[in-house]
C-alpha cells in the first residue's frame, strides 16, 4: 500500500511503498478513501523537518535537554547514534480521515466490517486505528465530508469550552481550515459570529460558513462597536502563529467576565492587566477533547463514562458527523483542492509556495474491493551467502537503536524478514538494516521454513506467545526482556520445551549485561573463589509517569519484572547460581506516588550460600549514573560503574580499569546466540538460569504485594 511519509532528518516527502498493518488488539482496520491535509500542522511538521539540526534544537529545546543528559549517562558515540537513527525515522503525515473497516481486531465491539467510519488515521491506503478514535459517519454522508471530522472536533472542542449559548456572540481570531469549521460550529449552535484573518479571501469564505461581520484586521474597539458597546461574549483563537497578537486582540475583544479559548498554537506571553479588570477566563483547548493523550483511553480503549465526561474526543468526532449527516454542517465550500495519493507531493507544494489560494486539501485513494491488502513488500534480492537466515519481530525505538545494529555487526547471522505491527517501522528500518523482505505477518516468519531462528523485539504481553510460537515452529528463539509476565506463561513455555521430539530448540533472553566486557572482567577476577559472594545492584532507573507503557502490569509487567530482572540475572551470573528466595519490599506511606514498586529493595539468597540486593529506585535523578554493581568475597572487592569503569581490590591493592564507551553487551550477546544456533557453541545463558531469573523476577513482585518471602522452586 501507499502511505505518505516524511524524512524528519531532511523534511522530506515521499510516497512510499509500506506493508498494509494488521488489526492488533483494540483497533480498526480501514481503508481509506479520502484523507484531509491540515495544512498548519502539517507545514510546520515539514518546516521543522527541513532546519538544520541547530535549528531542530532551537525548536525544541526539550529533546535537547534529554540528549545531554543521554552524553552523560551513555556517552557522546552512543547518543550521537541514536540521534541520528532517530532523525532517519519517517513519520506518518496526517491525522484526518475516512474510509471502509476491513478488519477488527480483539476486543473492538463498536464496529463491523463494511462500515463507513471517520478516525484520525494518518494520509495512506489502510490505516489501523484505536476504537476510540473512530466514529461512524451518519446518512449518506460522503467520505470527502467525513474525512473533516477530527479537524471538525478540535473546532467543536474549542466551541464547547467557549460556553457560548443561543444568541450570545463569538469572535473568532484566525478564519484558516479550523477557524471556518469553528465558524460554521457556532452559526449552528445560534451565536453571532464575527470574524477576523490577514486574508481577505478568508473572511469572504467565514461569511458563507455563518460569520456575520468578517473583515481582516478586526480591532477590540470594532468588536464593540459591532456589540453595542459590550464585547464578544467569548473569543476563539484559531490562528497559528508564534506572535502574541491574537492573544492580546482577544483581550481587548472580550466583554466583562467573558472568556478566550486558545484553540491555534500562538504566543501565549499574556498582559495580565486587561484579564485582571475585566476578570476574563483564559483556556487551552487540548485538541480534539477529553480523552486525547491518555493512552488508557486512546491505546487501551477504556471510555470515560458519558454521565461523567459528556464529551469525550470520539462523542466530538461523532458529534460532528452527526450534524454532517442531518445537513447542519456543510463542508462543501471549504474543499478547494483534490489529488490521487500518488500525486501527495504537489498537494504540499501548493501549501509551502503558496501558488494558488487553499483550504481543505483532500488526498484521494483508490478503493480495495475483495482484494487482501498487501502485507509484505521485498526489498532486496534473498542473499546466497551461508549465513544463516534469521525473522525479527519488532522494530520499536529500542529494536532499531540498540538491537538491530547489533545483528547488522553478525557476520553469522543474515537479516531476512523484519515484522512490525504497523508496517512502516519494517519498511524503514528493513530498509536500513538490510533485511530482505518486510511484513506486517508474524506468521509468515513462524511458516518461513528458510528461516532458522526468530528474534523477539515485541511488547513484553506478546513475549511468551511468541517463543511458544517458534519452539513449535522447530525455530531458535531470541527474546527480549522479559521472557513473560506471569507464572502460568513460564510453565507454558516449559512445558512446550518438554513436549519438543527432537533436541529443543534454543531458547535465549536479551539479559545482555552478563555479557558486557566489564561485566566478564568482574567475573574473572572472582573466579578461583569458593565462597559466596554478597552482591549489590543498584539501578538509578529514573521516574516515569503512571501512565507509561512500561508501568502497566497487563501489558509491560511493571518495571521489576521489565527491567529489574537485568540486575537479579547480572547477581545470578555474578554469584554463579541461581536464585532460590527473593523478598522484595517498596516504599509506602501517605505521600508515597502512585506507583510505588519501581522504589523498592529486592533480597535474594541463591543456591550456593551467596546472597544479593538489588535496588531498583526511581526516585533519584536521571543526570546521575545508572548502574553500580558491588561485589565482595573471600577478601576480594570489585565495584562496577555504569559500565564505564572497574574497581578491584585484593591484598591490599586497588586497581581501576576505564572502559572506552558504555558496552552493555548487546552484540556480545547476539554473537553469542549466532555461535549456539550454528553448533559451534553451548546456548548463550543455561535454561536453568533464564527459568530461575524469569521466576524471581515475577515472585518479587508478589513479594511487594503480599509482604513475604518465596521460594523459587
Not at 478586526?218 to 468588536?223: A, L, P, Q
Not at 556480545?668 to 550454528?678: P, R, V
Not at 527459568?691 to 515475577?698: E, G, N, P, Q, T
Amino acid at each position: 500500500m501507499q502511505q505518505l511519509l516524511q524524512n524528519i532528518n531532511k523534511g522530506q516527502l515521499t510516497v512510499t511503498e509500506v506493508p498494509a498493518p494488521v488489526a492488533r488488539r483494540g483497533e480498526v482496520l480501514i481503508a481509506n478513501a479520502c484523507s484531509l491535509v491540515s495544512a498548519g500542522t502539517e507545514r510546520a511538521a515539514i518546516g521543522l523537518g527541513k532546519k538544520s539540526l541547530l535549528g531542530k534544537a532551537r525548536a525544541r529545546p526539550d529533546h535537547v535537554r534529554r540528549v545531554l543528559e543521554k552524553v552523560c549517562n551513555e556517552g557522546f558515540s552512543s547518543t550521537v547514534r541514536q540521534v541520528r537513527a532517530k532523525l532517519d525515522e519517517p513519520m506518518s503525515m496526517g491525522y484526518s480521515s475516512a474510509g471502509v473497516v476491513i478488519a477488527c481486531g480483539e476486543g473492538v465491539q463498536a464496529f463491523r466490517p463494511g462500515d463507513r467510519v471517520a478516525s484520525n488515521g494518518p494520509h495512506a491506503e489502510i490505516v489501523s486505528v484505536p476504537e476510540n478514535l473512530c466514529a461512524r459517519i451518519v446518512g449518506e454522508t460522503g467520505f470527502d465530508h467525513a474525512s473533516f471530522a477530527v479537524l471538525g472536533a478540535i473546532a467543536l472542542q474549542g466551541v464547547r469550552l467557549s460556553r457560548l449559548v443561543l444568541g450570545e456572540t463569538a469572535f473568532v481570531v484566525g478564519l484558516g481550515l479550523v477557524g471556518q469549521l469553528t465558524v460554521a460550529l457556532l452559526r449552528a449552535a445560534g451565536c453571532r459570529v464575527i470574524g477576523t484573518d490577514p486574508e481577505a479571501s478568508k473572511c469572504e469564505l467565514a461569511k458563507q460558513m455563518g460569520c456575520e461581520i468578517a473583515l481582516p484586521n478586526v480591532s477590540g474597539e470594532d468588536v464593540e462597536a459591532a456589540t453595542g458597546g459590550l464585547g464578544a461574549d467569548a473569543v476563539l483563537i484559531t490562528a497559528s502563529t508564534a506572535s502574541n497578537g491574537p492573544v492580546n486582540l482577544a483581550a481587548a475583544a472580550v466583554r466583562q467576565k467573558g472568556r478566550v479559548v486558545a484553540v491555534g498554537a500562538v504566543g501565549l506571553e499574556l498582559d495580565r492587566r486587561p484579564f485582571y479588570f475585566k476578570e476574563a477566563e483564559f483556556v487551552v483547548s487540548c485538541s480534539y477533547g477529553p480523552g486525547r493523550y491518555d493512552p488508557d483511553y486512546e491505546d487501551r480503549n477504556r471510555d470515560y463514562p458519558a454521565a461523567y465526561v459528556r464529551w469525550t474526543e470520539q462523542r466530538n468526532m461523532q458529534a460532528v458527523l452527526d450534524l454532517m449527516g442531518n445537513g447542519r454542517l456543510d463542508v462543501s465550500s471549504l474543499i478547494s483542492h483534490r489529488f490521487p495519493i500518488e500525486r501527495a507531493g504537489d498537494a504540499y507544494d501548493l501549501i509551502e509556495s503558496g501558488a494558488e489560494p487553499y483550504v481543505g486539501i483532500l488526498l484521494e485513494y483508490p478503493q480495495h474491493k475483495n482484494s487482501e491488502p498487501r502485507r509484505r513488500v521485498e526489498l532486496r534480492s534473498p542473499s546466497r551467502n551461508g549465513k544463516l537466515p534469521i525473522g525479527v519481530l519488532g522494530a520499536g525505538n529500542f529494536a532499531r537503536t540498540v538491537l538491530l545494529p547489533a545483528l547488522q555487526k553478525c557476520k553469522q547471522l543474515e537479516p531476512a524478514v523484519l515484522c512490525s505491527a504497523g508496517g512502516v517501522s519494517a519498511q524503514s528500518a528493513g530498509k536500513r538494516f538490510c533485511f530482505a523482505t518486510a511484513t506486517t505477518d508474524a506468521e509468515a516468519i513462524f511458516e518461513d521454513e528458510r528461516l532458522k531462528a526468530v528474534l523477539c523485539i515485541t511488547p513484553h504481553d506478546q513475549h511468551a506467545e511468541q517463543v511458544i510460537r517458534a519452539i513449535r515452529s522447530n525455530k531458535h528463539v531470541f527474546v527480549e526482556k522479559p521472557l513473560c509476565l506471569t507464572e502460568q506463561d513460564l510453565l507454558d513455555i516449559e512445558e512446550t520445551l518438554a513436549d519438543t521430539v527432537d533436541a529443543p530448540p534454543i531458547v535465549a533472553v536479551g539479559f545482555n549485561r552478563r555479557f558486557a566486557p566489564a561485566v566478564t572482567q568482574i567475573k574473572e577476577f572472582f573466579t578461583h573463589v569458593d565462597a559466596p559472594l554478597t552482591v549489590s545492584v543498584r539501578f538509578n532507573a529514573g521516574p516515569l509517569p503512571a501512565d507509561h507503557w512500561s508501568q502497566d502490569e497487563e501489558t509491560a509487567g511493571g518495571r521489576i519484572i521489565g527491567e529489574a530482572c537485568h540486575a537479579i540475572d547480572l547477581a545470578t551470573f555474578l554469584t554463579g547460581s541461581p536464585p532460590v528466595r527473593v523478598f522484595a519490599e517498596a516504599i509506602g506511606g501517605p505521600t508515597a506516588p502512585q506507583v510505588r514498586d519501581d522504589q523498592c529493595f529486592i533480597t535474594l539468597r541463591h543456591a550456593n550460600g551467596s546472597i544479593s540486593n538489588v535496588a531498583y529506585l526511581s526516585g533519584g535523578d536521571r543526570s546521575f549514573p545508572k548502574e553500580r554493581v558491588e561485589v565482595f568475597g573471600s577478601g576480594q572487592i570489585a565495584v562496577l560503574d555504569d559500565f564505564r569503569s572497574v574497581t578491584t581490590c585484593k591484598g591490599g591493592r586497588t586497581r581501576r580499569q576505564k572502559f572506552s564507551g558504555q558496552d552493555k553487551g548487546h552484540v556480545a550477546q547476539i554473537q553469542a546466540f549466532a555461535a549456539a544456533i550454528s553448533g559451534t557453541a553451548t546456548p548463550p545463558i543455561p535454561w536453568e538460569d533464564i527459568r530461575a531469573v524469569s521466576l524471581a523476577s515475577i515472585l518479587a513482585v508478589q513479594s511487594l504485594r503480599e509482604g513475604v518471602p518465596f521460594d523459587v522452586i
